[in-house]
């Protein structure tokens, strides 16, 4: 059984003209698609990466997924149930099994609290557990992140590093034992010699712990470490999706070709290759028809500028939305 099904999710934003394009005439509200059709699943303890260049809709399918906001389309199953149509007490043990990780450990913590109450807070929130059940937990929680609970218990945030904050953030995730763990970039506002440990802690984990992950990252390096399954989208659809070691290795789609040959070798003898992309980076406001990437691909046909290509199987368990395959 999957444990999270994503079908056909869309999130459209609308953007209204502005005073003078109204005065001029004509302008009408413009439509960013930010998530246009997305469908995927994952199996239980399954690690899924995600990458794409920024605005791609990364973030917003988190959000959705996290029911942090109501998509405009699609539907979203955990545990085979329709995440839109809860109850009250549903909803309560959805936000108790599916987790975020923030990217920005700064922002994320609330600075008039302890260590010990951004920990316990969801405790107390969100199950029975006494006050010695909770202080214990919180305890144990802390622990696993790597921080001594005596040391750092009644710390604020700001009298921790970047890192140690990172992993208050991970025992704030983990405290009440998710079954599903959204991580949106966890690693990129930390300095690169931290980023390896908590990059560890994590992995370590969801092993542990046997949580479901979906972790969304710009670094292919660290997703090739870290994902059983890598999804690479752009301008909000998925351009590929299979087992992170074939798509590295082989990709199909131009860009997830592009994607990966941009990625620095430590070689001092390797030649760059000619990039496998032209242009800009392109947003999701009122998109062509035809596949989205047809203004940056070097191999673009007459049948990419009218019809949008579905996500294919080419082989058993990788899927690509190309028209060449
Ligand atoms: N609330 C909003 N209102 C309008 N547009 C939005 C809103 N949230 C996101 N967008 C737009 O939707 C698109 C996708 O944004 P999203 O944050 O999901 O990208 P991302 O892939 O997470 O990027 P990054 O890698 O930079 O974090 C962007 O073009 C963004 O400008
Ligand atoms: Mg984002």
Same mark, same amino acid.
């Given at each position: 059984?999957?444990?999270?099904?994503?079908?056909?999710?869309?999130?459209?934003?609308?953007?209204?003209?502005?005073?003078?394009?109204?005065?001029?005439?004509?302008?009408?509200?413009?439509?960013?698609?930010?998530?246009?059709?997305?469908?995927?699943?994952?199996?239980?303890?399954?690690?899924?990466?995600?990458?794409?260049?920024?605005?791609?809709?990364?973030?917003?399918?988190?959000?959705?997924?996290?029911?942090?906001?109501?998509?405009?389309?699609?539907?979203?199953?955990? *545990?085979?149930?329709?995440?839109?149509?809860?109850?009250?007490?549903?909803?309560?043990?959805?936000?108790?099994?599916?987790?975020?990780?923030?990217?920005?450990?700064?922002?994320?913590?609330?600075?008039?609290?302890?260590?010990?109450?951004?920990?316990?807070?969801?405790?107390?929130?969100?199950?029975?557990?006494?006050?010695?059940?909770?202080?214990?937990?919180?305890?144990?929680?802390?622990?696993?992140?790597?921080?001594?609970?005596?040391?750092? *218990?009644?710390?604020?945030?700001?009298?921790?590093?970047?890192?140690?904050?990172?992993?208050?953030?991970?025992?704030?995730?983990?405290?009440?034992?998710? *079954?599903?763990?959204?991580?949106?970039?966890?690693?990129?506002?930390?300095?690169?010699?931290?980023?390896?440990?908590?990059?560890?802690?994590?992995?370590?984990?969801?092993?542990?712990?046997?949580?479901?992950?979906?972790?969304?990252?710009?670094?292919?390096?660290?997703?090739?470490?870290?994902?059983?399954?890598?999804?690479?989208?752009?301008?909000?659809?998925?351009?590929?999706?299979?087992?992170?070691?074939?798509?590295?290795?082989?990709?199909?789609? %131009?860009?997830?070709?592009?994607?990966?040959?941009?990625?620095?070798?430590?070689?001092?003898?390797?030649?760059?290759?000619? %990039?496998?992309?032209?242009?800009?980076?392109?947003?999701?406001?009122? %998109?062509?028809?035809?596949?989205?990437?047809?203004?940056?691909?070097?191999?673009?046909?007459?049948?990419?500028?009218?019809?949008?290509?579905?996500?294919?199987?080419?082989?058993?368990?990788?899927?690509?939305?190309?028209?060449?395959?």
């Amino acid at each position: 059984m999957a444990i999270l099904e994503v079908s056909d999710l869309k999130q459209y934003f609308y953007l209204q003209p502005t005073f003078l394009g109204k005065l001029v005439g004509g302008a009408k509200p413009r439509i960013i698609k930010a998530v246009d059709g997305v469908s995927f699943s994952m199996q239980h303890g399954e690690i899924l990466g995600v990458a794409g260049e920024s605005g791609c809709g990364k973030s917003t399918c988190c959000l959705a997924i996290a029911k942090l906001r109501e998509p405009t389309d699609g539907t979203i199953r955990y *545990k085979e149930q329709n995440i839109s149509e809860m109850s009250k007490g549903e909803i309560r043990n959805y936000r108790r099994e599916v987790q975020l990780i923030f990217q920005d450990p700064y922002e994320s913590l609330n600075p008039r609290y302890t260590v010990f109450d951004l920990v316990a807070e969801p405790l107390r929130a969100l199950t029975d557990k006494n006050k010695t059940e909770v202080r214990e937990r919180a305890h144990e929680t802390i622990a696993m992140a790597g921080l001594t609970p005596e040391e750092y *218990k009644n710390r604020y945030p700001h009298q921790m590093s970047g890192g140690e904050r990172q992993r208050v953030g991970i025992a704030q995730a983990l405290v009440l034992e998710p *079954k599903l763990v959204i991580a949106d970039e966890p690693l990129s506002m930390l300095d690169v010699s931290i980023r390896a440990g908590i990059l560890d802690l994590i992995r370590d984990l969801s092993e542990r712990m046997n949580f479901s992950c979906i972790y969304v990252s710009h670094d292919l390096s660290i997703l090739s470490n870290i994902s059983e399954r890598l999804m690479i989208m752009y301008l909000g659809r998925i351009m590929e999706l299979g087992i992170t070691k074939e798509v590295i290795t082989e990709p199909y789609h %131009p860009y997830a070709q592009a994607l990966i040959a941009a990625v620095p070798i430590p070689d001092p003898a390797y030649k760059r290759p000619i %990039p496998k992309i032209k242009g800009e980076v392109a947003q999701p406001i009122d %998109p062509p028809p035809g596949c989205r990437f047809q203004t940056r691909c070097l191999q673009v046909m007459d049948i990419c500028r009218g019809t949008e290509p579905p996500l294919k199987e080419v082989k058993p368990g990788h899927s690509v939305a190309c028209h060449l395959y």
